[in-house]
């Protein structure tokens, strides 16, 4: 089994910067690839960013792009979000998540999830 718990989320300006961690125990984190989710008041959850094994390979969705950035250090067991320029629509539930491919987590169709952070943007 795999447990995962996020932190790092809370109120932030619009314009500035949050960094969000995903702790992994149970497995090692390279034993899986890992995602960032975000679901908002009375919308679905949808992908955030993604990363391989490796840490080789990663996707972020479009409405991120240029301003999210998803690493991780497997030594730590540990991934991260670094958001900058947030804006108020970033406004969200974050959860992370390990799945068996990055395809897969852009499915949704990956088994362990976190609890959430959440992620204020004020303007």
């Known amino acids: 089994q795999v447990q995962l718990v996020e932190s790092g989320g809370g109120l932030v300006q619009a314009g500035g910067s949050l960094r969000l961690s995903c702790a992994v125990s149970?497995?090692?984190?390279?034993?899986?690839?890992m995602g960032w989710f975000r679901q908002a008041p009375g919308k679905d959850r949808e992908f955030v960013a993604a990363i391989s094994w490796s840490g080789g390979r990663t996707m972020n969705a479009d409405s991120v792009e240029g301003r999210f950035t998803i690493s991780r250090d497997n030594a730590k067991n540990t991934v991260y979000l670094q958001m900058n320029s947030l804006k108020p629509e970033d406004t969200a539930v974050y959860y992370c998540?390990?799945?068996?491919?990055?395809?897969?987590?852009?499915?949704?169709?990956?088994?362990?999830w976190g609890q959430g952070t959440q992620v204020t943007v004020s303007s």
């Open positions: 149970g497995r090692t984190v390279s034993s899986y690839a």
């Open positions: 998540s390990a799945g068996t491919t990055i395809a897969q987590l852009q499915a949704l169709n990956s088994e362990y």
